[in-house]
Each structure stands twice: as structure tokens, then as C-alpha cells.
């Protein structure tokens, strides 16, 4: 622990008599895992009332009414909390009521885990009732009491244990994994933002831990809780020869044999097609591209890249059981914002979630070669989380000996988005070079009109113009172009009138 934490603890059992104050939760557990520990939060003996009568002490929300506050000390906010019993949990997720007649084994008996539940005074000294630290050293995360009724009275906790199992490569025990899988429903009690928050937490570890995470959900039936709009493309099949991932095939004469799709097997005529695989095993398998060390933008990106496939399939004529999904990339986008909405995932994140879901084909698209939009995608803000979420994405289909992805050959196309950042990447020296060419007065005065959507609709095509002729013309031209279309779109207007 930190000199100003040994601090505070000591000046917190020197100022109240009868004080006694302990480091609990996670600080502790991460302390004996060798962790950085970033929040150190206390259990005490003590009131809230007696407590702010010698610390300057905030409350934070209605948390008073739960024995909790916190303690402004050396610069830092320590959040300290009465020991108490939980009384009830109708909602669950917050007790119906606290006893603070309780004990420092009574206060730890009330939390999640074992690993969890250990205190450890100024000296060093550890409380461990529960044994958390022998579960901790065995790699096992397990329920503080009765498994069954630390879910019940916490929906959140079965999201907690998802986590910290792939964060620490623990095993979740037994008694908790029926009761999880036996409580799984309950976690549509919680709030959309509590099981946000969840999974930004995990996604923000790295890619692979987010790939173990995923599995497990799998394994523990909870991805149609918790993703329920990836769960949806198991229904969902694509064409083999782009997408072998997930793909069955068996031998001619030994239809019994079921093996995974190869391209080679199929080309070979030795095989016969079993079944396509599905959109949901193409992003799971995006899901294992993702490195470790990308952030949440990139994973979550990868995650939703694809969620417009399921809206926009439409059945082929043919007998392989697939779809094909038209202009997935751009319904993904109101998909996507429309699921943000609800599980209140906002600002900068979603902004870059939205970009890569309907930018992702172009990046992939070696065919194309339209400068404006090439730059425009390049300059803009998240364009490096587009770039590694579309290099999972075509990494994706190398399953089961298949070579889909050549690196060389996306190493050749992203080059072009680079080459057209690095030529313009001051933007507002791109702006200006602009201006000097087309502005919104000169365009209102050319065409005589007043300001309107026309006005930013000539500013867009002349813009487009000159990034494609790399500003080869001149401004006589540009005049003309812009005096030109002026008319054209007021014959369009006569003719819709």
C-alpha cells in the first residue's frame, strides 16, 4: 500500500477513539496478485456521522444511507464504508435494508467472492475468514457463503465472475457455475448501462482476453442475454468460398464423416457441402484476429462490425442455405446507434463503433480508388481502429489450413489510405486549399441564391472535384463548374415543381 493509504489509516485510528480501519476488496486481492492497484476502498467500524465529524467527507449519491463515504486525505478520495449485513435483496441487485450492528466477519461474509472478501489492517495483517487467498493461489474464483444466494441477491455478480475469470485465467467452482447458469435470466434485472459498463471493462483488458471472455459466455449460455443481436446471426449463413469459417463438410463416400470446410476440399469435387457457416461464426472467429493489446474501439468495432447482416439478408436461390446482405454496412449503422442507444453507450466510443461498422467494406475494397472518398476515410479521427478491425476481419477466414488473407496484399491496399493521410495530413491546411477554390459566399454569389442546402451540396461535388484532379485546375474552372451546377439543379428543381 501507498505511504498516504498507511497514512490515512493511521490517522483515521488516532483521531477516533475506538477506531479500527481495514483495506477490503479488490486492493487487497491485487496486492497479493502483484497488481497495480488504482482504487483502495475500507471497511470501519465507525459511522458515517462520527466519521465526518474529524475528515471532510462527501457523500456520494444516497450511498450515506448505506454507511458509505468518502474521505478527502492527501489529495486522494478514499471511499470508507461501515461494516454491515445485508437485510433482503427484492430487486436484485441492493439489499432492501443494512444492519450496522455487524462485525468485521459479518461485513466480509456479505461480499461476492472469496478473493474478495479478505481485509488487511496498517501492518499488513490479513483477515481472511474465508480462505479468499488459498482460492486466489489455486486459481479459483468462488462464492462467498452459499453460491446460489450470492447470485440471487446480485445479478451484477454474474458478470463480475465472467470477468475476472478471463482477466486472471481463474476457474469459476463449481456451486457458482450451476448458480450461475441457473440465475442467468436475472441479469436482464440489471440496468442497460450496469451491463455496458461490464463489458467495456473487458474489452478494454485487450482483444484475446475479450475472446476468452466471449467463449465463456458461450459456454455459460449467456450470449443471447448479453449480446442477444450476435446471437441472432446463428440463423444467418454466408457463401463458403468467401467465408469457410464455421463450415461443414463430409467425403463423398463417407457422408457420415463431418469434417471442417476447406476451400481446397470443396474445389477438390471429394467433398460434399454439409452447411455454410454462419455470420455469428464469421465475427467469432474476427473476434480471435483481435491482438491483445487493441483497446476497446477496436474490439468492440470488431464485435458490432457486422450487425447489419441479419437485417439485410436476403435468401439465396440456389441450394447452399446462404444470403447475401446488400449494403449491410450502412443499415449496421442504424442498427447500431439504435442498440447504442438503449444500452447507453455514447460518445466517442460510439462515434468510432459507428464509423468502422459502415466503413469496413470500403477499407476492404482493393477495387477502391476514388481519392476524395479514400481521403476522407483516412483523415478521419478513427481511421487506425478502422484499419486493425478490418485486418481481423479478412484475417477471420485463414481457418482450418485456408489462406484467404495474403498480409502482403492488405499491407498494399491500406498503403493507399496511409500515402492520402500522410499527403494531406494538416487538415486545416486541406480546408484552406479548398477555400481558395470554393466557398459558401461565392458560391450563394455565382448562383444567386441565398443560403441553403444547395449552397453545401455544390460546396461537396466542387470539393470532391478537386480532390480527384489533385487541384489541377483553376479557379476560373471551378467558377464555371459551380455556375454550372447552380443551373442544373435549378432545372432539377423545375422539373420536380
Not at 61 to 85: H, L, P, W
Not at 134 to 163: F, P, Q, S
Not at 177 to 206: D, P, Y
Not at 438 to 447: A, E
Amino acid at each position: 500500500m501507498t505511504d498516504n493509504v498507511k497514512n490515512f489509516m493511521k490517522t483515521f485510528e488516532a483521531k477516533i477513539e475506538g477506531a479500527e480501519i481495514y483495506l477490503v476488496g479488490g486492493a487487497v486481492r491485487d496486492m497479493f496478485m502483484g497488481r497495480e492497484v488504482n482504487d483502495y476502498d475500507f471497511t470501519t467500524n465507525i459511522t458515517v456521522d462520527d466519521m465526518e465529524k474529524h475528515f471532510k467527507c462527501v457523500d456520494i449519491g444516497q450511498s450515506k444511507d448505506f454507511g458509505i463515504t468518502s474521505i478527502q486525505y492527501g489529495g486522494e478520495s478514499y471511499e470508507v464504508a461501515t461494516y454491515r449485513k445485508d437485510v433482503g435483496s427484492s430487486d436484485g441487485r441492493h439489499p432492501d435494508a443494512v444492519d450496522f450492528n455487524a462485525t468485521l466477519k459479518e461485513d466480509l461474509a456479505r461480499r461476492d467472492f472469496t478473493m474478495n472478501a479478505m481485509a488487511m489492517d496498517v501492518d499488513g495483517n490479513v483477515e481472511d475468514p474465508f480462505l479468499g487467498n488459498l482460492d486466489r493461489m489455486n486459481g479459483i474464483i468462488r462464492a462467498v457463503g452459499v453460491a446460489d444466494k450470492r447470485i440471487e441477491e446480485d445479478a451484477l455478480r454474474i458478470l463480475r465472475a465472467v470477468r475476472f475469470a478471463v482477466t486472471y485465467g481463474f476457474a469459476i467452482e463449481d456451486d457458482l457455475n450451476f448458480a450461475i447458469i441457473k440465475n442467468r435470466e436475472s441479469i436482464n434485472n440489471l440496468s442497460q448501462e450496469r451491463i455496458t459498463q461490464e463489458i467495456i471493462k473487458v474489452a478494454s483488458i485487450g482483444g484475446q482476453t475479450f475472446y476468452r471472455y466471449f467463449k465463456l459466455l458461450e459456454e455459460l449460455d449467456l450470449v443471447s442475454i448479453i449480446f442477444p443481436e450476435i446471437e441472432v446471426m446463428k440463423d444467418f449463413r454466408q457463401y463458403w468460398l468467401h467465408h469457410p469459417e464455421g463450415g461443414l463438410m463430409c467425403p463423398v463416400d463417407n457422408p457420415d464423416v463431418i469434417v471442417p470446410l476447406t476451400i481446397k476440399g470443396m474445389e477438390s469435387g471429394l467433398y460434399n457441402l454439409v452447411e455454410c457457416g454462419s455470420v455469428y461464426a464469421h465475427v467469432k472467429s474476427v473476434l480471435s484476429m483481435v491482438p491483445e493489446e487493441a483497446d476497446e474501439f477496436v474490439v468492440l468495432s470488431a464485435l458490432w462490425h457486422d450487425i447489419g447482416k441479419p437485417i439485410t439478408a436476403e435468401w439465396k436461390d440456389d441450394n447452399t442455405g446462404t444470403c447475401s446482405f446488400k449494403r449491410h454496412e450502412y443499415k449496421g449503422v442504424e442498427v447500431f446507434e439504435e442498440m447504442a442507444k438503449k444500452r447507453k453507450l455514447g460518445g466517442i466510443l460510439s462515434r468510432c463503433i459507428a464509423f468502422s461498422v459502415a466503413q469496413h467494406m470500403n477499407m476492404n475494397n482493393k477495387e477502391l480508388s476514388k481519392k476524395s472518398t479514400i481521403l476522407n476515410m483516412a483523415l478521419n479521427p478513427f481511421f487506425d481502429t478502422l484499419a486493425e478491425v478490418s485486418r481481423a476481419d479478412d484475417k477471420s477466414r485463414n481457418v482450418n489450413g485456408n489462406v484467404l488473407y495474403v498480409e502482403e496484399e492488405f499491407d498494399k491496399n491500406l498503403n493507399k489510405f496511409l500515402d492520402a493521410r500522410e499527403n494531406f495530413v494538416d487538415t486545416t491546411a486541406l480546408k484552406a486549399k479548398i477555400g481558395e477554390f470554393v466557398n459558401g459566399k461565392k458560391v450563394m454569389d455565382i448562383c444567386d441564391i441565398k443560403p441553403s442546402k444547395k449552397v453545401g451540396a455544390i460546396i461537396e461535388e466542387v470539393t470532391e472535384f478537386l480532390i480527384e484532379e489533385d487541384f489541377n485546375v483553376s479557379v476560373e474552372e471551378i467558377d464555371k463548374m459551380i455556375k454550372w451546377l447552380g443551373e442544373r439543379m435549378e432545372v432539377e428543381d423545375a422539373k420536380g415543381d
